[in-house]
């Protein structure tokens, strides 16, 4: 659908003309040509060629003039003061559009950049791009940026932000911007021009004195810019290459108010409080030794003693859902992985091969191979499927020194894993078992939010992935009605996909609202393929089993960084390596302490007796920084009674109880995995929730 001023022009030549027409157009006065804008809603407006978005935000509405930051045209972020010279579908972004505060970011950097400019003329300036939470801006400098000097550098972008200074597109002739920058000695822009500008007439903004070799588009002043605070300076090359200069990088939070601002600062707060590395060491969970190696946590007594709680608490849950429960060994022959494909499409994350005599030996990135050999190890009849076999299956794989991280990336981690072999016919029901699976271990470690993922094969990256269409579009139609029959919501990730076929990931997001897969179900009919499996059907005949591959709880290493940062250090009792503390209030009680302490460990219960010769004060204090659910304080009146006082972590003192009564609550409240705190409001992030469960 063309318009009027389109007669006679190809797309192509008004694309090319998009600058200059409008000198033309008023060239031909009293002809001004009319064009055709089309709103999001579908509604059409005429307007004259050389009309701005502004001017048409300004018709629709004046509110939506002032709210507006940046214009959408045929796809393309325009500022709102770019002549529009052909018809086009026209969005005005207010800061409710995500594209539209990444521009405002934008413009944020080149404030920041302005302020700096103002402030050490000397600088030398590099980029200044928006990130996800805001920006940052790149400077050389011969003395660091100090705390001091990102005061004064903020006070200096309120004050230009408070004058409103409009952003200002200017069309420079080439060799003019590289003058320009050469008589300011600003050398890493003129490479930029040089390598970047590759038409005859160079796009800077201009900020007051501020100008910048930049494309925009940004918004049109400085005013609106409100919510941003300068977080911090790092180092970094000049263009990324080790042997450049070193810039110093102003990284800077920027929302859109300060309401927004203020709830990220206070999730970053929360995310240190919470960080499962800090919260480790403090609490005694695991520790990182050089000696043994990067990404190779060792398991400190209580650390070990909540994942042990989770192994077995995993074990019976599949137990009871008959599962097959068999140990395989760590490593295999490399032969192994070339028969399952791994061999071919996940080398690159497998550590190198042992040479012994004979063979070579690897160690396991995955389980799912030796599983398959421990189903082929007898003749099986359709009357054995499904068979479920699992294992708490420790594995490797070769991550990059850069992305190991406490217990949340590591090199060797134990996944509670299974597959289970079944007929095509029986995938449905298997798939909705391993759901409700997930779902009751989700409400038993007081996991609430989490979303569905269906992670499918990047189609333009196809080598990554074993060729066979029609095997890729069955398991996804499949997963597709699986996850229907279940009314679940999913959001499809295309290039998340294993290499042997497409799978379901239920995804928890952090603090920071960052997501990761925890569970996953996968449907395979590559590997059974590979290693020919069967099992003699009804008819007689022999068939060809399907594999599901799933993790219920993740790996524990990953499992436990998360509950350690969910539950802020603080585990439920049924979790908490320590559940209850016995605070004598001098050694006085001691006997009696001893005995308490002694019911208690009969009765099943983690309890540490702090004999200390403290103050009762300094127990209490150290007991809450330890996070014990329960401290039982022991004095005279308790010891005369029998009775013990209790005090709980968030409740405070709940008074003196008969200690069989203390011991029988306790008792519940373990076995109903009570949660006894709220589940903390930041793990409501609006990413996790977005696509979290429906009903
Ligand atoms: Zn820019
Ligand atoms: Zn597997």
Not at 196 to 200: D, R
Not at 674 to 684: L, N, T
């Given at each position: 659908m063309k318009g009027p001023s389109a007669v006679g022009a190809t797309p192509e030549a008004r694309l090319s003309n998009r600058h200059g027409s409008r000198d033309q157009n008023e060239g031909s006065k009293g002809k001004m040509a009319t064009l055709q804008i089309t709103l999001p809603d579908g509604a059409t407006r005429e307007v004259p060629s050389g009309t701005t978005a502004a001017e048409i935000a300004q018709q629709i509405s004046p509110r939506l003039a002032k709210e507006a930051l940046v214009a959408r045209a045929d796809g393309e972020l325009i500022d709102l003061s770019r002549p529009l010279d052909h018809d086009v579908k026209l969005a005005i972004l207010t800061s409710k559009d995500p594209d539209a505060v990444q521009v405002l970011r934008h413009s944020a950097a080149h404030l920041l950049a302005a302020a700096v400019i103002d402030l050490y003329p000397d600088v030398k300036l590099g980029v200044g791009p928006p990130i996800e939470t805001g920006f940052f801006y790149e400077f050389l400098r011969d003395q660091p940026f100090t705390p001091e000097d990102l005061e004064k550098i903020e006070a200096k972008m309120h004050e230009i932000a408070a004058k409103d200074v409009p952003n200002e597109r200017k069309l420079i002739p080439k060799a003019e911007a590289l003058d320009l920058y050469r008589r300011s000695n600003q050398q890493f822009k003129c490479e930029l021009v040089e390598e970047?500008?590759?038409?005859?007439m160079v796009s800077f903004y201009t900020t007051g004195k501020f100008i910048d070799f930049c494309r925009g588009p940004h918004i049109?002043?400085?005013?609106?810019?409100k919510a941003f605070k300068l977080m911090n300076v790092a180092g970094a090359y000049w263009k990324g290459h080790e042997g450049n200069p070193q810039m110093q990088r102003i990284y800077a939070a920027c929302f859109v108010d300060q309401k927004e601002l203020d709830e990220y600062l206070h999730k970053l707060e929360e995310a240190k409080r919470r960080d499962h590395r800090r919260l480790g060491k403090e609490l005694g969970l695991f520790t990182v030794n050089d000696l043994v190696g990067a990404g190779l946590p060792l398991w400190l007594p209580k650390g070990a003693t909540i994942r042990r709680l989770l192994e077995e608490y995993i074990l019976e849950k599949e137990r009871q859902a008959d599962y097959e429960h068999v140990y395989t060994p760590d490593l295999a022959k490399v032969d192994l992985y070339v028969r399952s494909g791994h061999w071919a499409h996940y080398h690159e994350d497998m550590f190198p091969p042992m040479d012994l005599e004979t063979e070579q030996l690897v160690l396991r990135p995955m389980n799912c191979p030796h599983h398959i050999l421990v189903y082929q190890s007898k003749k099986r009849s359709y009357r054995d499927l499904p068979v479920r076999i699992a294992e708490l299956g420790t594995m490797y794989r070769y991550e990059r020194s850069g992305v190991l991280?406490?217990?949340?990336?590591?090199?060797v981690m134990t996944l509670n894993d299974a597959h289970i072999f079944c007929t095509p016919e029986q995938i449905k029901d298997e798939f909705a078992r391993v759901m409700r699976l997930v779902e009751q271990a989700y409400r038993d470690l007081g996991i609430t939010q989490y979303s569905y993922r269906l992670s499918l094969r990047d189609k333009v990256n196809v080598g990554k992935y074993i060729a066979n269409d029609e095997m890729w579009d069955l398991a996804e139609r499949m997963l597709r009605e699986a996850m229907d029959s279940l009314h679940l919501p999913y959001t499809e990730a295309p290039g998340e996909a294993a290499f042997y076929g497409p799978k379901l990931d239920i995804q928890l997001a952090d603090v920071m609202g960052h997501q990761e897969t925890y569970s996953t179900i996968q449907i395979d009919f590559h590997l059974p393929n590979q290693f020919d499996l069967g099992y003699v059907g009804a008819d007689g005949q022999e068939h060809r089993p399907v594999m599901i591959h799933r993790g219920v709880i993740s790996t524990m290493e990953r499992m436990v960084s998360y509950l350690i940062e969910l539950y802020a250090g603080a585990f439920p009792v049924w979790l908490a390596p320590v559940q209850a503390s016995v605070l004598p209030?001098?050694?006085?009680f001691e006997e009696y302490a001893k005995n308490v302490a002694q019911q208690l460990k009969d009765a099943g219960v983690r309890v540490h007796l702090d004999?200390?010769?403290?103050k009762l004060q300094a127990k209490i204090r150290d007991a809450q920084l330890e996070k014990i659910p329960y401290m039982l304080i022991i004095g005279g009146k308790e010891a005369e009674a029998g009775t013990v006082s209790v005090r709980h972590r968030f409740k405070g003192d709940l008074g003196p109880r008969p200690l069989e009564q203390f011991i029988a609550d306790l008792q519940q409240e373990i076995t109903t995995k009570?949660?006894?705190?709220?589940?903390?409001?930041?793990?409501?992030s609006e990413k996790a929730a977005a696509g979290t469960k429906a009903k």
């Open positions: 970047k500008a590759i038409e005859p049109p002043s400085t005013g609106r810019i991280s406490g217990l949340s990336r590591v090199r209030v001098s050694g006085k004999d200390r010769n403290e009570a949660i006894d705190q709220p589940p903390p409001a930041e793990f409501g």
